[in-house]
């Protein structure tokens, strides 16, 4: 928000607000680097914040406990109705595996990846207690909630997990400026597609019906349905080419879907992203824009 006016006087802060200049994960790394500065042991870890790991316990109380139960462990009275014997399930707090992160495979997530869900919601089939939640998501959206909030919870979240306040420098993954989207780019893309055995989960046409799809469980041994890729709207972490780079690159972690960030090199991933967006009918007026 940049800095406050001096009381009683016309004369404002040097600090410029920066809201609209940098994104929330830019902020962050500002943040982070600022530590650097400080003698803080590590980013954003949960000790040297009590006031906002207090306040963001009674936030928990009320809008997360019942998914994610007393202690975080994804065990709430209501987890077990969200997706009935089936995965997706509320995410346990306490294990090392976050699916939607802009960090390399294995690690823990940013706070920015922490408020980006929080903010946006995750989006998958549930069951009856799924009914009437927007833009079909098994999480909410709490876009609502006061930015600070927001963020006073994702500290009592990270309080839980002792590998938030072990970790000391945090690595996130680089995405290039998107190239063009061209018609040999996409071509491209679909040989990677078959060479990278995508159709064996999400099938030829991207509808998640490959001869391997039925047969997908999670690491909780739970049956896990393979993404429809002809419905960018329902992507978990978002569908933009940025998004899919992202997640092509850290994998979903827990998930049989695997990270390409050490067997595809960028421009490589580039093709295959533009690829997947071709699946979807925008991605396809968008591709044939793209030849004209």
């Known amino acids: ?23 929330v994960q830019d902020r962050w790394a500002v943040m982070a680097y600022q530590h650097t500065f400080s003698g803080h042991q590590g980013p954003h ?12 316990r009674d936030i928990y109380v009320m809008a997360c406990l019942p998914c994610h139960g007393v202690d975080g462990k994804g065990d709430g009275s209501v987890a077990a109705m969200l997706s009935p014997r089936r995965a ?61 909030q927001r963020l006073e919870v994702i500290e009592y979240v990270k309080s839980l997990n002792r590998r938030f306040w072990e970790r000391g420098e945090v690595k996130i ?6 190239p063009p989207a061209t018609p ?7 040989q990677l597609y078959a060479d990278a055995e995508c159709l064996a989960c999400h099938g030829e046409r991207g509808r998640g019906d490959g001869p391997s799809a039925q047969t997908l469980k999670d690491n909780r041994e739970l049956p896990i349905a393979a ?12 569908s933009r080419p ?41 991605g396809r007026r968008a591709a044939g824009a793209a030849a004209q």
Do not use: C, N
């Open 1 to 23: 928000e940049g800095g406050q006016s001096a009381p009683f006087t016309s004369k404002g802060s040097a600090m410029p607000p920066w809201k609209g200049e940098l994104s």
């Open 45 to 56: 870890v949960p000790w040297e914040h009590p006031e906002s790991v207090l306040v963001g």
């Open 88 to 148: 997706p399930q509320p995410r346990d707090f306490t294990s090392a595996e976050f699916k939607l992160r802009s960090t390399p495979s294995g690690q823990l997530p940013t706070t920015a990846d922490l408020f980006r869900t929080v903010t946006e919601g995750i989006r998958g089939p549930g069951g009856v207690m799924t009914i009437g939640l927007r833009g079909y998501r098994i999480m909410p959206s709490f876009r609502h909630m006061p930015e600070a």
């Open 173 to 178: 993954v680089s995405v290039p400026t998107p």
């Open 184 to 190: 040999e780019r996409i071509a491209r893309g679909k």
């Open 227 to 238: 993404t429809d890729l002809t419905r960018p709207e329902r992507f978990k972490s978002g």
């Open 242 to 282: 940025e998004d899919v780079y992202r997640t092509l690159v850290t994998g979903l972690a827990g998930t049989p879907m695997p990270s390409y960030g050490d067997s595809l090199e960028p421009d490589q991933t580039w093709d295959l992203v533009y690829y997947v967006q071709s699946l979807s009918r925008d």
